[in-house]
């Protein structure tokens, strides 16, 4: 939180600080609607055009017993007058609605911020199941802190008093209690809430009601200096953003949008079949929306049948999809080798999670970039791009389709829990605006074969069972070069196989060569990047560049193949560090493709990167 | 212009590939590969609207051997293969084929739910109760005690009966034929053809090398009349080689008894009509088990639903209906909250 400057604010009791940007991180019980709190505020805070990244971090309990910690749901968002990259190393503001959301994130809080607290839940029973011995209300813990001590659970229920609910009721409407606090303390409006409760509470107009007048005196009580005379509320000037209509936007919902891009600009139709796991599932639920535009989705009885299915679509001419997570992608690596085999456009989302098997579904991780690149038996070279932020995703879903219809081949997108779930706001694209795929079925039988390649892109032709004349059979076993029968042939597998990498190797030359993201294109240090670690690379080097530091940010999307250029630009740096949320995989494969003496940061908490523990790994490296 | 151009009338040679056949001499496999050429034009389909789809296993190479177009896909998956193909063009004839192994060990989940779903394909499970094209190693159906390379004491576990696991998993059309009756088998296939919804035909398939004669106690000629009972929609379950045994309820039970008319004061109305919309009925039928009762043969069960497809493309069209989308995609991503940033 850096200060600039105090203004006074007709009607405010304090004169608002005005910051720079803000973090302010919801934390409560599962049940406490701490993500609807947070999305909440992310509208608000967007419409007041600030630039914001936000991180939901949710447990993958759904209902886990309530005041345990490890029923904690937590959302964070930063919010600025500057453009935001990551959603903030260290809450500002923790507003904790339970002991146990007090314990599992007080440590993150930055020493000397902001914890508004609901005593009314710091009862001798919700202390003991938080894992608290002695009340740290008390006991000294909050010392290095600003503690705001407020009874949110009393004060909810005398707000909605006339409105007589039941006693639970009342008690659920204090999360609006707590964002009308957070209104008034960044000075924001209540409207786009009002609005979004009246809409949500349709046919309960009471609870509807009941939580605007939570929300209301949340919003007085901040308003009518009940807080210490110290806090005055804050100020954040808009951001210098580009013009044009935004929304927010999740990665999943992003990708979903962006995959109907893709097969509307190919002309083709869309199935997207898919298994629910999290935190893969929310991308199905944004497609099965969209039956209007004419997708067809499928849940299917397992992740193996959910890419068979895919491939069969894809085999039939539409352009097939499935999505999944680590370890439904282990079980779908069969049939994607198949799909290699015999050459049929595919798209296969991953949105990762930390490992290995079940691991932490709900925790964000990059370790599947092994098992995307190499995960299946024998040879079998795929094409793997990585999206980079929430509305990344949808470009990258559009050159992912684009990929996989130009060279006939599986494309896997990788994402991550982090950038499914987060949210952005997104400058609205122009779809007309992007250049067509071409995508020609073929329909001509003179000198066809199934295995007959395009001398360009080497890829085979896309023959649709309907389509009179081309009748043909493929499958798994090994294809003959020459008429796409069964073949056993010795030299035949040779030059099959060497097709199938020439061909994907091929697709380097049609992807943009790999740009420096920030910085020069030498220097003493390029921090090399891929997926969601944009954010907190591209802060941390651009701290550090301000001081002087010559460090550069080099971000790749393209995983496999790997940009042309790569090579000899990252040759231009003494140094080469890696970011990423694993053991080490991207700096392994650089290594093994360049030889260069490439070095890895890494970090498999489960968390993203902040933007400090990058900032310390350039200096460390540089020795600064 | 309009103009429909009459079907050129196929015959079966017009459905086989230029491929050679590569089943052991005398295997099973030939014949039902010949019974689908035959019916294949009186579908009165376009070649081109025929897909074949399989899994893996001696019966999963059928489709290199079709003209139409196919597609050998991996190990047990082909109805997930299929239920993609007919979820993305509905206008498809789809035809999978699997085995004992195929369909029902590794691919058991998917034949369940291809069942389920009731997706409008035909699906032929060529039963030898053996895994061949792994060299004999004993199968789910095969019976208790079989030796095999993997059981050289014989196998411990209990078998799978197809057509009740057809029948337990929702199945609408469940089918039993025999490899070698080449004038009942194109019948059974125009009749699962014809059913709209999963078509599900177990096919008992002798493995000449690894399981030869495994179902010789209903098939072998000096048994077939009295082991097997070939039955008809509408008509009386009766069987035998005078056709004077038959099968009614055993009064004072839910089970099947097998009586002879003229005998103990049985008269032909005391025997049961095959109702093939029964699903009681077909459980019993499919039940039955030589030595004590004879095997059905024919459509155990025929009891039509909408497809699977059918209800998806409905929601799809009535979703277009409600939100007809102008604008398209552009439209899309500017609904629900936006705001503008100005200059």
Redesign the interface.
Known sequence: MSTTANVKVESDRAPRQILESAVVRFAGDSGDGMQLTGGQFT?TT??A?NDLATFPDFPAEIRAPTGTTYGVSAFQINFGGRRIKTAGDEPDVLVAMNPAALKVNLGDLRRGGLAILDIGSFTERNLQKAGFKTNPLTDGTLDAYRPIKVDISRLTLESVKALGLSQKEALRCKNMWALGLIYWMYGRERT?TTKWLRAKFAKRTDLADANIAAMDAGHAFGETAEMPSDIGGFLIPKAD????????VTGSEALA?GL??GA?LAGI?M?F?SYPITPASTLLHALAR???????T?Q???E???V???????????L?VTSSSGPGMALKM??IG?AIG?ELPLVVVNSQRAGPSTGMPTKTEQSDLFQAIWGRNADSPLAVIASRSPSDCFDVAIEAVRLATKYMTPVIVLTDGYIANASEPWL?????AYPKIPVAFRTDPEGFHPFLRDPKTLARPWA??????????????ERDYQTG??SYDPANHQKMTEIRAAKIRGIARDIPLQAVEEGEAKGDLAVVGWGSTFGPITRAVSNLREKGVRVSHIHLRHIWPLPANLKELLEGFDRVLVAEMNAGQLSTLLRAEYLLPIEGLNKVSGQPFKIAEIEAAIQSRLGK | MNVTTPLEKLTPKDFASDQEVRWCPGCGDYAILKAVQKVMPELNLPKENIVFVSGIGCSSRFPYYMSTYGFHTIHGRAPAFATGVKLANPDLSVWVVTGDGDGLSIGGNHLLHILRRNVDVQILLFNNEIYGLTKGQYSPTSRIGTRSPSTPSGSVDYPLSPTEFALGAGARFIARGIDTQLKLLPDLFLRAYAHRGASFVEIFQNCIVYNDNVFADFTDKTVADDHQIHVTHGKPLLFGKDGKRGLRVKPGSFDLEVVTVGENGIAEKDILVHDETSRTLAQLLAAMRPPNFPMAIGVLYCNPVAPYGDRVYQQIEEAKAKAPAPGGLNALLRTGHTWQVSD
């Open positions: 509208l967007a419409l055009e786009a953003i580009q013009p044009g209509l935004y929304r927010t949008w109907v891009a509307e139709q199935t079949a969209l039956k209007s535009y004419g997708i067809v499928f299917a009885e397992d193996i049948a959910a068979c299915a895919a491939i069969g679509a894809s085999y039939a001419g539409s097939g069969e049939a198949l015999v609205i694209p122009d779809v007309n649709v069972p309907g389509t009179p004349g081309l009748e043909h059979r493929i499958g798994g076993i029968h069964i």
